[in-house]
């Protein structure tokens, strides 16, 4: 397991615990490494952000992960979320359109907040 990997099974596992302080240092640490799995670094530090209720950021690092990698549908998800929390309808509805084309929505999606 080389470097970047383990990188992201810490920040996985200080996410899961709700330790995202030291969950968003790893995920930055990544992003940086301009390397393998920015991507997936860039979606969990906007799930967390949302979570966070810091929107911005959120939106964010799901604009990344997607400018990384355009086949990913979980941060139009995310991005939709955080504009509905901002007041952006019509934005967040269309990034909901986008998650759906690419792929159906699950249980899982919901239950992330």
Do not use: C, W
């Amino acid at each position: 397991m080389n470097e970047t990997e383990n990188r992201l099974q810490r920040a996985k596992s200080f996410e899961a615990k709700e330790d995202y302080q030291r969950a968003i240092n790893e995920y930055k640490e990544i992003t940086k490494s301009h390397g393998q799995d920015q991507d997936i670094a860039h979606q969990h530090l906007a799930i967390i952000f949302a979570k966070l209720e810091n929107y911005q950021e959120a939106i964010r690092h799901s604009q990344k992960a997607l400018s990384l990698n355009s086949d990913l549908a979980f941060p139009h998800h995310v991005m939709a979320y955080s504009l509905y929390k901002t007041g952006e309808l019509e934005e967040a509805v269309s990034e909901l359109q986008k998650e759906i084309k690419k792929s159906p929505p699950t249980s899982k999606a919901v239950s992330i907040y």
